[in-house]
């Protein structure tokens, strides 16, 4: 019996929404729209937490470097008082790499020799605006670097310091175009390096081009670079990603250790885990998860207002039917579930359609920015529930309001 009621008043709630069509199918885009901006603005959040997540695995999540940097201390005057600490020294560097015995870590030294070289090969050369870094073997594949060809370092070249490099693949449009770079000779300073390798195209970071570097190994650069205080990056890669904070952990002591830190000094090193950026930019797009909830919000406000007008106006209109339904023993549970029915309908629908929107918003541009798409079950079942939440309210009113009329004076309405 309840379920032969329930469909009846599903068949008038389409009659009534066909007789004012117009009027059903602006309150559906008003409630898709903010469901396309939710299901939209999430869709793309989450690809691109996604291809964050995978780039940061490729370019090598468990690594962390060691650098100096530094960092600001409060005196007991209240006023920031600078700490600088010293840079990390070549023997330093060297007896960090000795003493650091963790278990599955590769520990690579690396810094920059110049930003501004001049890079020749025969008779043409480079704007000075080539990076030059003196590198060890593991440089390469704790950076996340790939070589697109040739072959990265190995240990004779470091330890027999060849004069060899491993360029950027910038190389291979300028300076190198049209010729194979393998085994060609380029002249850096007056010293003569030959080709083994190109990296893999990594685009700029903050304006630097990546592609616009040459690797060389570290005592070869040490020997043609003599500037004054040059600092060296200690780079770890760790091979097991549990092992990465007893390894962070075993790193601080030891550089303690080679600095000769007393136990109740500060550390004046600074230690950066590359998981530390990819938390910092899911952050980021945590508060972009945020801001589609405000938006949608707001939007969805407004639709609910827009849905309990119509139902208010349809109550209205519909008055003598309301009367006709009462004088026929219709009680008021029926007629206020009539018009409920009704605005849940309008209600689905609407969500229905901003779902579908949003999820084809969200693949175009997931698909223009190369993010990897992944449907978003949650924002999918967030806007389901927004959109029956907003029909609930949105209906209550309307149909306690039809479900109150006197049968009499509504049978009189004009």
Not at 17 to 25: A, F, G, P, S, V
Not at 107 to 124: M, P, Q, R, Y
Not at 185 to 199: E, N, Y
Not at 205 to 219: E, K, M
């Amino acid at each position: 019996m309840m379920l032969k009621l329930f469909k009846e008043n599903i068949r008038i709630a389409f009659g009534s929404i066909k007789t004012q069509l117009l009027r059903t199918i602006l309150t559906v885009l008003i409630i898709a729209i903010g469901i396309t901006a939710l299901v939209g603005i999430l869709t793309v959040v989450t690809a691109l937490e996604n291809t964050v997540s995978t780039n940061f695995a490729s370019m090598g999540a468990n690594t962390f470097n060691i650098n100096q940097y530094e960092n600001t201390v409060r005196n007991r005057g209240g006023n920031e008082r600078e700490i600088i600490n010293p840079i990390i020294s070549y023997p330093e560097a060297v007896a960090f790499k000795n003493k650091y015995k963790y278990p599955f870590t590769e520990t690579s030294l690396s810094f920059t020799a110049t930003s501004k070289a001049e890079v020749k090969f025969l008779d043409t050369k480079t704007d000075p605006e080539i990076t030059i870094l003196g590198v060890d073997e593991h440089f390469i594949s704790n950076s996340g670097l790939e070589t697109t060809l040739g072959r990265s370092f190995n240990q004779f070249d470091i330890d027999n310091n060849t004069y060899t490099c491993v360029v950027g693949s910038d190389f291979e449009k300028g300076l190198l175009k049209d010729v194979n770079p393998i085994d060609k000779v380029i002249s850096i300073r007056g010293a003569r390096f030959k080709v083994i390798g190109v990296l893999k195209e990594k685009g700029s970071t903050f304006g630097n081009s990546q592609d616009l570097r040459v690797l060389i190994p570290i005592q070869v650069a040490r020997s043609l670079f003599t500037a004054p205080n040059i600092n060296y990056t200690i780079s770890v890669m760790v091979s097991k990603k549990e092992l990465l904070d007893e390894a962070v952990d075993n790193a601080t002591s030891t550089m303690r250790r080679v600095r000769k830190l007393s136990p109740v000094r500060d550390n004046n090193f600074g230690i950066g885990r590359s998981d530390d950026l990819i938390n910092r930019i899911l952050g980021i797009t945590q508060y972009l998860g945020w801001a589609s909830w405000i938006i949608s919000i707001i939007t969805i406000l407004g639709s609910s207002i827009a849905l309990m007008n119509i139902m208010i106006v349809s109550v209205t209109e519909r008055t003598r039917e309301i009367g006709v339904r009462k004088a026929l023993g219709a009680t008021k549970i029926t007629i206020s579930v009539q018009f409920f029915i009704e605005t849940l309908l309008i209600g689905q629908i609407g969500g229905l359609v901003g779902i579908v929107l949003g999820i084809l918003i969200g693949f175009a541009f997931a698909a223009a920015m190369s993010f990897a798409f992944v449907i978003p079950w949650m924002a999918i079942f967030a806007a389901f529930a927004t959109s029956f939440m907003v029909a609930i309210v949105s209906g209550l009113y309307p149909a306690i309001k039809a479900s109150q009329l006197d049968p009499i004076e509504a049978l009189r309405y004009e």
